[in-house]
C-alpha cells in the first residue's frame, strides 16, 4: 500500500538557520503531495500540496518540489523564525488510498533562543 | 479562520466512563472525518462518513462510533473508554470523497485524559 516516510523526528536549529525535513513517499503512478503544519494547540493546516513532477509547492517562505525520480518531497525554508516552531506533516493522496490522505510520523521543529 | 468547530477543547474523565465529542462544519461539505493524534503526534483516521456511507478504519476498537444527525455533524462516542484513549481527537471535513481541489480542513481537536 501507500506509504509516507519523514526520518527526521524532531529537528532543532536556531533563528535564521536553514531547515530541511526530508519526505519520502511509496505510491502508483503520481499522487498528490502535502505538507500540513500543527501549531501548539490547533488542528494540522495545510501548507501546500504539489501533484505533478518538478512541481513546486510553497507558502509562508516554505517551499518543497515533487521529485518523482527519488520519491521525494522535501520541505525547505531559507531562515526560520521562532514562530515556525510546530509539527510538520507529509501526507499524500494516491490512486490506492481509498481517498484517503496517507500521513508522516511529523516532525517537531524545535527554534532554540 | 476555523470553519470546523470542536466540543469540548478539554475531557477529563475515568476508566469506564462513556464521553462524546461533538464535531461540525460551517462549510457546505460532504464528508467529514475523525482523526486519532497519539502523544507521539501520530495521526489515524478512525472513521469517514460521506452522504450517510460510514468507511471504518479496521484498527478501531468497537467502543467507538460516529454518530450523524446532518453531514455537518459527525459526533464520536466513545462507550468505555480506557486509558490508551487518551489522545487528541480531530474532526476534519471536505468537499467530497474524491475532493481534487481542496485538502480536508481540521478543527482543533478534543484532547481526551483517561484517569
Known amino acids: 500500500g501507500d506509504s509516507v516516510t519523514q526520518t527526521e523526528g524532531q529537528v532543532a536549529l536556531s533563528e535564521e538557520d536553514f531547515l530541511t525535513i526530508h519526505c519520502n513517499y511509496s505510491a502508483s503512478g503520481y499522487p498528490t503531495l502535502f505538507w500540513y503544519v500543527q501549531y501548539p494547540g490547533e488542528g494540522p493546516q495545510l501548507l501546500f500540496r504539489?501533484?505533478?513532477d518538478k512541481e513546486k509547492g510553497s507558502s509562508r517562505g516554505f517551499e518543497a518540489t515533487y521529485d518523482k525520480g527519488t520519491t521525494s518531497f522535501h520541505l525547505r525554508k531559507a531562515s526560520v523564525q521562532e514562530s515556525d516552531s510546530a509539527v510538520y506533516y507529509c501526507?499524500?493522496?494516491?490512486?490506492?488510498?481509498?481517498?484517503?490522505?496517507?500521513w508522516g510520523s511529523g516532525t517537531k521543529l524545535i527554534i532554540k533562543p | 479562520e476555523t470553519a470546523v468547530f470542536q466540543t469540548p477543547n478539554y475531557h477529563v474523565t475515568q476508566v469506564g466512563n462513556e464521553v462524546s465529542f461533538n464535531c461540525k462544519q460551517t462549510?457546505?461539505?460532504?464528508?467529514m472525518y475523525w482523526y486519532k493524534q497519539d502523544s507521539k503526534k501520530l495521526l489515524k483516521i478512525m472513521f469517514s462518513y460521506n452522504n450517510k456511507q460510514l468507511i471504518v478504519n479496521e484498527t478501531v476498537p468497537r467502543r467507538f462510533s460516529p454518530q450523524s444527525s446532518d453531514k455537518a455533524h459527525l459526533n464520536l462516542r466513545i462507550k468505555s473508554v480506557e486509558p490508551e484513549d487518551s489522545a487528541v481527537y480531530l474532526c476534519?471535513?471536505?468537499?467530497?470523497?474524491?475532493?481534487?481541489?481542496?485538502?480536508?480542513?481540521f478543527g482543533e481537536g478534543t484532547r481526551l485524559s483517561v484517569l
Open positions: 501526507a499524500l493522496k494516491g490512486m490506492d488510498s481509498n481517498y484517503q490522505l496517507i
Open positions: 504539489a501533484s505533478r
Open positions: 462549510l457546505g461539505h460532504d464528508t
Open positions: 476534519a471535513s471536505s468537499l467530497g470523497l474524491r475532493w481534487d481541489n481542496q485538502a480536508p480542513l
